[in-house]
């Protein structure tokens, strides 16, 4: 599996947008970008994914860069709910299996 | 709520006890797993079952034994484990293993082995 690179933490102040970067400069032309987040005492939780193209969902906007070997996790408005870790995760869709390899993730941490 | 469900959402127990955790997933899905999760440790996908079939089993030691009776329901039965098995123990479901579909996850139960 490809791997990402993220920072350990990251700090941010209620309700001004985050940006979480993740590097994953040996991507495949098959593998999906995911991102999942864990919120204190609780499962991981489904946040986005794409490809090659930006995507924006209820949740969040994903930012893909160009050549694909970044990209960036954008919360637009951050509120103290959104204090989680968030895993930046590389999926190969032609890989049956349907595995999820999770790294350490970044920290939010939120301030109000 | 996530549709999937955990119990016990804690457990203690001795190296000599055997016990049994369960999942539930109410969203209709046909693939569940268990992952593992120790202190400052990332998530381990331990388990992949898929339509009641086990597809992955990654070097778990045999102590942990799962069981899929049916595509809702997941079990890990635990016997004479080690004090470094303590973690919290995940439970996942996703719509099917092939493609990409996104993984709905339990709250865990958090086991200490004493």
């Known amino acids: 599996d490809a791997k990402t690179t993220q920072p350990n933490s990251m700090e941010s102040n209620e309700e001004e947008p985050v940006h979480l970067p993740c590097n994953h400069s040996?991507?495949?032309?098959?593998?999906?970008i995911h991102w999942y987040r864990q919120l204190p005492s609780q499962g991981p939780e489904y946040v986005i994914h794409g490809l090659t193209s930006n995507v924006n969902n209820r949740m969040a906007s994903l930012a893909i860069a160009e050549d694909r070997k970044s990209s960036t996790l954008i919360l637009h408005r951050a509120t103290l709910r959104d204090a989680a870790v968030y895993y930046c995760?590389?999926?190969?869709?032609?890989?049956?299996?349907?595995?999820?390899?999770f790294g350490a993730g970044t920290i939010l941490r939120v301030k109000s | 709520e996530t549709g999937v469900t955990q119990t016990p959402r804690h457990l203690v127990m001795g190296m000599t006890n055997k016990k049994s955790l369960k999942c539930e997933q109410h969203?209709?899905?046909?693939?569940m797993y268990w992952y593992k999760q120790s202190a400052k440790k990332p998530l381990e996908l331990m388990f992949v079952y898929s339509l009641e079939e086990r597809v992955e089993n990654n070097s778990v030691p045999s102590r942990f034994s799962p069981e899929c009776p049916n595509s809702s329901h997941l079990f890990l039965h635990l016997h004479t484990l080690q004090p470094e098995d303590s973690a919290l123990y995940l439970c996942?479901?996703?719509?099917?293993?092939?493609?990409?579909?996104?993984?709905?996850f339990g709250p865990g139960t958090r086991l200490t082995v004493t």
């Open positions: 040996t991507i495949s032309g098959t593998d999906y």
């Open positions: 996942a479901s996703s719509q099917t293993l092939g493609g990409w579909y996104e993984q709905y």
């Open positions: 969203l209709g899905h046909n693939a």
């Open positions: 995760i590389l999926r190969d869709v032609e890989e049956y299996g349907n595995k999820l390899v």
